[in-house]
């Protein structure tokens, strides 16, 4: 393992090893919750646009970016974990055969009723509470939202607006709101809809994760047979980007892909994690301020968390202009590329690839050539819509 300091990015580069169990993360496992999100009467595949002026541009093969701004008119992809999430806890509760059951099942007039007596509960920087809220309006339940101190009141308000969720700002950072939602849950009886786990708290966000397998089930069918062979996937407790990774690694069996692990500096918790070099999870603490409202988390997913520390290639720490670099080419491409809505926490890899490939050096470190396959999610729209125009300049 060796770091890397430049003037923008930190970077740790290492051989991804073997052995890694990735049995939760196979074709067969994706297609559980693309199945529940087929049944949903909002469902359409987001696009995969192929940025072939920036790819000839910059002398790589192709440059694939798989759109999430149009996901359930969230704008963002995080709706896809928490409804999956949500349906299996429900079909728990009512005794429905998750394999068999489908939305259909919850529109029946007895289970809807019944829906209208649960509470979720879960804490948030943004797009998961949104997810959580709509989720919860679609199937008939109530939901309560905790956010953390900093947190724009565009983000708060969409929460609310996307479905039936009553949300709060706190006085404390992501790690302390999680605690507190949790022991509202405790205390009150609600259900506790958290995305990251810890020691007797692992089967809900394992279900959260599965259903972030729909996003890359749709991205494996939209490419065609292409296998990519870098893969730049952002995080923040990690959930999204351990599912992803374990998919391709798994689909993509003897060329599976190099995959790096993107942070902003101020909270890079799995790049911390890895520098440790001792196996285990590790904690930023303290209040991180970053634009990147969705990455600044502290503590790393514990069900992903060997996913990422093994498999990876890469891990990057990001100042937060590397993510408005990522905004602006995406909202003034390159050539005939299409523009894409990209916010703080989706645009992060695409401004990382930006740097990469208008430098040697870097190209060299990240083994990147001519016949290179880049894959990037942006994850989110415009969720605070006057930082997304301070930034870019557009609406």
């Not at 990057?316 to 993510?323: I, K, S």
């Amino acid at each position: 393992m060796k770091e890397y300091h430049f003037d923008r990015i930190s970077v740790i580069c290492r051989e991804p090893a073997s052995g890694t169990d990735l049995s939760a993360y196979t074709v067969k496992k994706a297609g559980e919750p693309l199945r529940f999100h087929r049944s949903l009467p909002c469902y359409s595949e987001t696009p995969l646009h192929s940025m072939k002026s920036l790819a000839e541009e910059t002398g790589v093969g192709t440059v694939l970016v798989k759109d999430e701004s149009p996901r359930f008119g969230l704008k963002a992809f995080k709706g896809l974990g928490g409804s999956y999430c949500m349906f299996r806890i429900l079909c728990e509760r009512f005794g429905l055969d998750y394999a068999a059951a489908d939305y259909s099942d919850f529109l029946r007039e007895d289970i809807r009723k019944a829906c209208g007596g649960i509470t979720f509960v879960t804490a948030t920087d943004g797009n998961h509470g949104k997810g959580v809220s709509w989720a919860a309006k679609m199937f008939g339940c109530k939901a309560r939202v905790f956010m953390p101190k900093g947190t724009v009141e565009a983000r708060r308000r969409a929460i609310e607006e996307a479905g039936s969720a009553t949300a709060e700002i706190t006085e404390w950072n992501y790690d302390r709101t999680v605690r507190y939602a949790a022991s509202l849950a405790e205390k009150n009886g609600w259900i506790l809809i958290q995305d990251t786990a810890w020691d007797g708290y692992e089967q809900v966000p394992a279900w959260i994760i599965e259903g972030y397998l729909t996003l890359a089930e749709e991205i494996a069918g939209q490419m065609n047979g292409m296998f990519p062979t870098h893969i730049f996937l952002q995080a923040g407790v990690g959930s999204m980007a351990g599912g992803i990774e374990g998919y391709f690694i798994n689909r993509c069996g003897d060329r599976p892909p190099l995959v790096t692990v993107v942070e902003p500096e101020a909270a890079a918790c799995i790049y911390r994690s890895a520098l440790a070099g001792d196996g285990r999870a590790h904690s930023v603490t303290g209040d991180p301020v970053t634009i990147m409202a969705g990455l600044n988390c502290g503590t790393p997913c514990s069900t992903v968390w060997p996913v990422l520390r093994d498999c990876s290639a890469y891990f990057c720490a990001c100042r937060d202009d590397v993510t408005e670099t990522g905004m602006r080419a995406y909202a003034n491409p390159a050539g005939t590329d299409p523009a894409v809505v990209s916010g703080e926490s989706g645009a992060v890899t695409y401004g990382l690839v930006q740097v990469i490939l208008r430098s040697e050096e870097l190209r060299k470190l990240f083994r990147i050539g001519r016949d290179s396959v880049i894959l990037v999610i942006s994850t989110e729209g415009d969720t605070d819509p006057e930082g997304y125009k301070r930034i870019t300049g557009k609406k």
